[in-house]
Each structure stands twice: as C-alpha cells, then as structure tokens.
C-alpha cells in the first residue's frame, strides 16, 4: 500500500526512523508524499532520491578517521579577527565598560589588547560562536557530505545526480512531492520548504535548515540566491530546526483547506502515517548506560549542568512539543510510536551495538502497528477528523 509519510526529528535518534521504514518496506508498503523535520528530513531527502533502507542503513555506519561520519558535523567552528570582536556583541561589551578614573584612548587600547588575546585563545571560538552566530558548533560538513549522497549510486530512474538541485529541480527530476520543515527566527514563522514555496532553494541547504538545532548549529541565513518564500523575500533571515515552531505537522498532510493545499498541493487519497520517535520509552534490547551530553571541548563545563542552558532547554522543549502533543493525542491511530529513550539527540558517534538497537527497536515498533492494525479501511471516520484537522492545519499556517 503506498502511504504519505510524516518523520519526526530527533538528531541522532533518527536512525529509530530507518529500522521502522525498513520494515514497513519489507511488508511490501511504499511512499507517496514525503514530509520531515530535522532527522527526519534527512530521511525524507534520501527516500526522495531513491534510497532503500539498506542504503541508509550503510550511510548510517559510515565511517571518517575512525569516527561516525556524522560526528564531523560537530565541527569547530571558523576562525575569526580581533576585528570580528570589537564590531560584534562582544566588542559592544567591551565598549560599554566605563571605567571613568581611565581615558577613553586608554580604554580602547585595552578593548583592542583583549581582542587580541581572546583572537588566540582556541577555545573562545565556540563562544565567539555561540553569542554571534547562535550555534557552539558549525555544521560546515553536512552540506557537502549530503550533496555527495544525492549524487551517489543509482535507482530506478537512473544514476543519481540531485546534490547541486534546487527544489524545483529535484521535484522534477524524482517526481517526489517532499518537504521540509523550518523556522525562520527573524519573522516567528514556521517554513515549510518544498517545490511550491521556495522553488530556487537548494535541496541540500533546505535540509541543512531543516536540522539545525538551536544554539548546537550555526543559524544559516537565506541567501539572496535562494529567491524568495512564498514570494516573500527572506534574504538574511536566520533559519533554524523546524522543531522550533512543529516537529511533526502531519496535519498538513490531512486537511484540504485552502491555505494548506496552496502550501502543500491538493490533498491525497493516500492514508498517511506517521513516524514518531519516543525519547519517553527505552528499547528492550538497549544495554548499558543512557547517553551523557558532550563536554564542552574537553572542559569541565557540560551543557546540561549549566542552569542557562537548562532554562533554554526547558523553553524549546515546551515550544516544540505544546503543538505536537495535541497533533499526537489527535491523530494517534496513525502514528507509530518508535522508542529512542536512553539515546542522545547529539550522539552521533554511538557504537555499533547501540545503533543497531536503534535501528531493531523501529523494526519493531514498526511490526507491532502493522501487526494490529485494523483490517477496516485506513480511509475509516476520516469525516469524524476534517474539523479538527482544519482547525490545526490552519493554526499552524495561520500566519501564512
């Protein structure tokens, strides 16, 4: 049966979202439309362009110098001046220090000698980072890497040759109707990136927005190339993970008013499905201890002991999930809770045994929602869900 399919983000828990695509394909199930958020997205893109789960399976166990290939996209982040400091926020700090008993040209020789020592100091990168391009780390890698993987091997309708292709030019060349969920910080609105909205947007660089999880990410800012949203232009607009704003919009998907068909294409006949990664359930067959967080370059500092970071992290948390969870609650019968719980959003570099209890605990997941689903039809009390389905869709795209 061919399903539209909805994939959740979740970092490096999305490889749960590969073992339950694997089974649902071996069932003999395929896909229509597409939607995804941050991991979700880049497996969205991947089916997109023809990958088979054993294919991602491979590009999930890739491996550079001896690590994970993702655990690269942890990058440092790039160098930067004395000059970078003193006409950035840290050189408005420095700058706002008045030390009164001290001459001004004595206090800017001494802003300009504190540049300079910061300039050299490696570690101050990632905060240089953090306060001016909102991310600890740069993603530089990710987008050539997946460039390479939507130019590498072939399917059915020949070699593979999408890296460099805008939406536009992907939706043509796949006849895949995909989309990317986004949030553009500067306007407070949720982006939902496909062939429609933003044509002249690089496929690779969507995904790159879709997955760039607040303040671990550089922001990326639309480029002027880019063209515009919906005919608006966004050029230097900070994008970020679409979780921001909707991890999981499956009701795009379901409702057939205008503002959301004008966004998404006219609905389907198809039912759809939902892929939904559960950090609350802790597989079966993981063993051994729960993800801890990354120290923060091999100090003593880590992220979550920080009450900043925690408040932040409090914050996004119920920014991303007070949608959802009505989303969840409403459409459960067609969501598959996938278990991800004891796993890291950012552990990219997790054993050989750990991802494959990731990947064995979406098979199954998988297998036990096929397994008990009804023998109705998936199309059943579809009437009984328009109104609320309407009602969500519209509030999600209401400022649209």
Same mark, same amino acid.
């Given at each position: 049966?061919?399903?539209?399919?909805?994939?959740?983000?979740?970092?490096?828990?999305?490889? $749960?979202?590969?073992?339950?695509?694997?089974?649902?394909?071996?069932?003999?199930?395929?896909?229509? #439309?597409? =939607?995804?958020?941050?991991?979700?997205?880049?497996?969205?893109?991947?089916?997109?362009?023809?990958?088979? *789960?054993?294919? &991602?399976? !491979?590009? =999930?166990?890739?491996?550079?110098?001896?690590?994970?290939?993702?655990?690269?996209?942890?990058?440092?982040?790039?160098?930067? /001046?004395?000059?970078?400091?003193?006409?950035?926020?840290?050189?408005?700090?420095?700058?706002?220090?008045? %030390? /009164?008993?001290?001459?001004?040209?004595?206090?800017?020789?001494?802003?300009?000698?504190?540049?300079? *020592?910061?300039?050299?100091?490696?570690?101050?990168?990632?905060?240089?980072?953090? @306060?001016?391009?909102?991310?600890?780390?740069?993603?530089?890698?990710? +987008?050539?890497?997946?460039?390479?993987?939507?130019?590498?091997?072939?399917?059915?309708?020949?070699?593979?040759?999408?890296?460099? &292709?805008?939406? *536009?030019?992907?939706?043509?060349?796949?006849?895949?109707?995909?989309?990317?969920?986004?949030?553009?910080?500067?306007?407070?609105?949720?982006? +939902?990136?496909?062939?429609? !909205?933003?044509?002249?947007?690089?496929?690779?660089?969507? $995904?790159? &927005?879709?997955?760039? @999880?607040?303040?671990?990410?550089?922001?990326?800012?639309?480029?002027?190339?880019?063209?515009?949203?919906?005919?608006?232009?966004?050029?230097?607009?900070? @994008?970020?993970?679409?979780? &921001?704003?909707?991890?999981?919009?499956?009701?795009?998907?379901?409702?057939?008013?205008?503002?959301?068909?004008?966004?998404?294409?006219?609905?389907?006949?198809?039912?759809?499905?939902? %892929?939904?990664?559960?950090?609350?359930?802790?597989?079966? *067959?993981?063993?051994?201890?729960?993800?801890?967080?990354?120290?923060?370059?091999?100090?003593?500092?880590?992220?979550?002991?920080?009450?900043? $970071?925690?408040?932040?992290? #409090?914050?996004?948390? /119920?920014? =991303? /999930?007070?949608?959802?969870?009505?989303?969840?609650?409403?459409?459960?019968?067609?969501?598959?809770?996938?278990?991800?719980?004891?796993?890291? $959003?950012?552990?990219?570099?997790?054993?050989?045994?750990? #991802?494959?209890?990731?990947?064995?605990?979406? #098979?199954?997941? =998988?297998?036990?929602?096929?397994?008990?689903?009804?023998?109705?039809?998936?199309?059943?009390?579809?009437?009984?869900?328009?109104?609320? +389905?309407?009602?969500?869709?519209?509030? @999600?795209?209401?400022?649209?």
């Amino acid at each position: 049966m061919k399903y539209d399919l909805v994939f959740e983000g979740g970092g490096a828990k999305g490889g $749960v979202l590969v073992g339950a695509y694997d089974l649902f394909a071996q069932q003999g199930n395929t896909h229509g #439309r597409l =939607m995804g958020t941050s991991a979700g997205a880049i497996t969205a893109v991947l089916l997109a362009a023809g990958y088979t *789960a054993d294919e &991602m399976l !491979t590009t =999930m166990a890739e491996r550079e110098n001896g690590q994970s290939v993702f655990n690269s996209f942890l990058a440092e982040p790039a160098s930067f /001046t004395k000059e970078d400091i003193l006409t950035g926020a840290v050189g408005k700090v420095l700058e706002g220090v008045d %030390f /009164t008993l001290i001459p001004d040209f004595v206090e800017k020789q001494m802003d300009k000698g504190i540049a300079g *020592a910061l300039v050299k100091h490696e570690k101050f990168r990632h905060v240089y980072s953090f @306060i001016e391009r909102g991310g600890w780390y740069s993603a530089d890698n990710f +987008v050539p890497w997946l460039e390479r993987k939507l130019d590498s091997g072939s399917w059915a309708k020949g070699q593979r040759n999408y890296g460099k &292709m805008t939406l *536009a030019e992907f939706y043509q060349a796949t006849e895949v109707d995909v989309s990317f969920i986004a949030s553009d910080t500067w306007s407070q609105r949720i982006l +939902v990136l496909n062939h429609r !909205t933003a044509p002249k947007c690089p496929v690779a660089w969507a $995904v790159r &927005m879709s997955m760039n @999880i607040p303040l671990l990410w550089q922001e990326v800012k639309w480029q002027k190339a880019w063209g515009s949203y919906r005919n608006r232009d966004i050029s230097g607009h900070a @994008i970020v993970d679409g979780g &921001m704003l909707s991890n999981f919009p499956i009701e795009l998907f379901l409702s057939d008013e205008r503002p959301v068909t004008k966004v998404m294409g006219p609905k389907q006949d198809n039912p759809v499905l939902g %892929f939904l990664i559960d950090d609350a359930t802790r597989p079966a *067959a993981l063993s051994g201890s729960p993800f801890e967080s990354l120290d923060l370059i091999k100090s003593n500092i880590r992220p979550g002991e920080l009450q900043t $970071v925690i408040r932040i992290q #409090r914050l996004l948390n /119920t920014m =991303m /999930t007070a949608h959802d969870k009505m989303v969840m609650d409403e459409f459960s019968h067609i969501v598959v809770n996938l278990p991800a719980g004891g796993f890291g $959003v950012i552990e990219f570099d997790m054993s050989d045994d750990r #991802r494959e209890a990731l990947v064995e605990s979406g #098979r199954i997941a =998988m297998r036990k929602f096929l397994e008990n689903q009804s023998n109705t039809s998936p199309f059943e009390s579809m009437n009984n869900w328009s109104e609320n +389905v309407d009602r969500i869709a519209n509030k @999600i795209l209401s400022d649209l």
